[in-house]
């Protein structure tokens, strides 16, 4: 059984470095003008931060700023984050992961949320970049992510009452499973494979997303 758990482990990292190496949108160029994003990690876990207003969308219409405890009115951008709804909402720091929510994870039987945040604009960095899509380019990204989120009957976002890291940000109840397959991380790839950025072919880390946005 041991030997076996080794085997799968071992296959999943040569899986990711493979994978990691091979680049989609090769031919990808920066648009000269449009919308300038960022792609942001905390050493582990990717965010898209985006604008919070722009020709294609206004994020207050998807995440009203009163579901939140306090949005600071000169806050630019908006990050948006999706994962393990057990994880988000259980694990605020590392200290608090249990391997019950480590187990549900991976395992891909929990469901999933959003975390959504308002902020200004990240410094661009080992762990912030810039990246500038043509306005088509940034309409496609915007879709795949309105895609992933859960509606109410008036087609809003369905916000998860009462739980927040700060006075900044929100939970919402998200489409889609998180799994070893499809990580916080890969699911950020896939939007940006959407939007036609250059990205690896699977990225269950942040490492060869970075890798290739760089």
């Not at 600071?72 to 951008?77: K, L, M, V």
């Not at 008036?154 to 006075?167: C, E, F, L, S, T």
């Not at 991380?185 to 494979?193: F, G, Q, S, V």
Request: one cysteine or more.
């Amino acid at each position: 059984m041991l030997l076996a758990l080794i085997g799968v482990l071992v296959a999943y990292a040569l899986l990711a470095v493979v994978l990691g190496l091979i680049p989609l949108n090769r031919d990808f160029v920066p648009a000269d003008h449009g919308v300038k994003i960022f792609v942001t990690t905390n050493g582990m876990h990717a965010d898209l931060v985006l604008p919070v207003q722009s020709d294609v969308i206004d994020w207050r219409t998807e995440y009203p700023t009163p579901l939140f405890p306090h949005v600071d009115e000169h806050a630019g951008y908006i990050a948006i984050g999706w994962g393990s709804r057990a994880f988000y909402l259980n694990t605020e720091s590392w200290a608090d992961l249990s391997a019950q929510t480590a187990a549900e994870a991976l395992s891909g039987v929990g469901r999933s949320a959003m975390h959504i945040e308002y902020q200004p604009p990240p410094k661009p960095g080992a762990d912030a970049i810039a990246l500038n899509l043509s306005t088509d380019q940034y309409r496609e990204l915007v879709t795949y992510i309105r895609e992933h989120a859960i509606r109410d009957s008036a087609a809003h976002p369905v916000v998860i009452a009462g739980r927040h890291y700060n006075k900044h940000d929100a939970f919402f109840e998200a489409g889609g499973t998180y799994s070893a397959l499809t990580t916080c991380n890969e699911w950020t790839r896939r939007a940006l494979n959407r939007a036609g950025v250059r990205v690896p072919a699977w990225a269950p880390l942040d490492t060869a997303l970075f890798y290739h946005l760089r």
